[in-house]
């Protein structure tokens, strides 16, 4: 089976031309103007956006928690991202302390394989690292999971102290792998939660208060300095703040690199949401979305290389599921909806209104998350041997975000009523047209598992 897109306006985070792609099977074969070829389909691309597949390197599908799981199943989840034009995710294996990675391994590989309609891969959360786990970071590695997972928040269930993060550190280092980090200080955390709640203050207002920006500062700057010290790659996940973003911009003084993601959402909702009421639970997650200097600040690391990945950090619940922390914030289950919104939310208020140019969203949705985590040039570029995940994108069309109209396994929407300019018509996973006007044209099963290879640590 062939295939020709003619006449797209193709977008990469180097190109931007008027041409044609051919695709023989699940692969590019040819990238230029006017191909001297014939194929079984031909698709007209005029007048749209021809971009690689998005990857989400951050999300949390079926993931276990408080008791339930988050509500998005790998179909469900999966599905929502192709609609919006993500056609490859990684989620989080979190290992349970006093268990194996091979067994949390095995586990979510168990609930993703056969059940995901698009392509995706796996971090390795190591939340207890001894002597045994070291033992297993070189058979992750084998596996094609070379980054992996830390948290500094979460005593007693995630959480890993700084002798267990420097040990890991060296291992991973070893290996090849990178470690990447939920940098806020836990026990500061912690305390503050204990502190409002001994005080009577229970609203979604004082989660956010509980985790102020020195609590993500104060750890982005440790991880970078242990990161440092062990020679190891290391990427902060989900950075929301402009205190975070100068600990790492101080560290690029003394030649380090660290890798900083940020979200959607830190870029485009604001923590005023949080005075909401109970509805404040709807962005509940953590880091909390924080203010206006901070979006701004998040904004311009973009553009100056200092943040180099937008995710989403998906973790979708009903609100059924928020509301059991309707009279206790600590116990609203962390996490927000957004898998399917992330490229046109971007597109719209980034590409749109100025903030950032076309290349750089192929950049920072799709290019450095395949650079940064091995797999690349297989993903996130539109080259002759790539994989054939292309979205053909109408950067004119509006429309408005709804729970009546999303694909995401839940009953609110945290962008309701958002005016959007932009929108996916058409996507191609691995040469197969996946969506077509709304439509997911493939089963559960179609998506695979993507084996990476070794990090990068430049781009
Ligand atoms: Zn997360």
Redesign the pocket.
Known sequence: MTTLIKNGRIVTSADDFIGDIFIDGETIKAVGNDLPVTADKVIDASGLLVMPGGIDP???LEMPFMGTFSSDTYETGTRAALHGGTTCVID?ILQKQGNSLRAAFDEWSGRATGNAVGDYSFHMAVTDFNDSTRQEIKQMVDEGITSFKTFMAYKGALMIDDRQMVGLMDEVKAQGGMVTV?ATNGDVIDYLIQKHKSEGKFAPLYHYLSQPEVTEAEASERFADMANFSGCPGYI??MTCEGALNAIRQATRRNQKVFVETCIQYLVLDASLYEKNFDGAKWVMSPPLREKKDQEALWSGINQGLVQIVAT?H?PFTWEQKNMGKDDFSKIPN?HPAIEHRMELLFSEGVNKGRISLNKFVEVTSTNPAKIFGMFPYKGTLGAGADADIILFDPNEKHTVSVNSHHMNTNYSAYEGWELTGKVKTVLLRGTVVIDDNKCLVEKGYGKFVKRKKVSGVV
């Open positions: 951050h999300v949390h989080f939920h996940v989900h950090d973790c996490g």
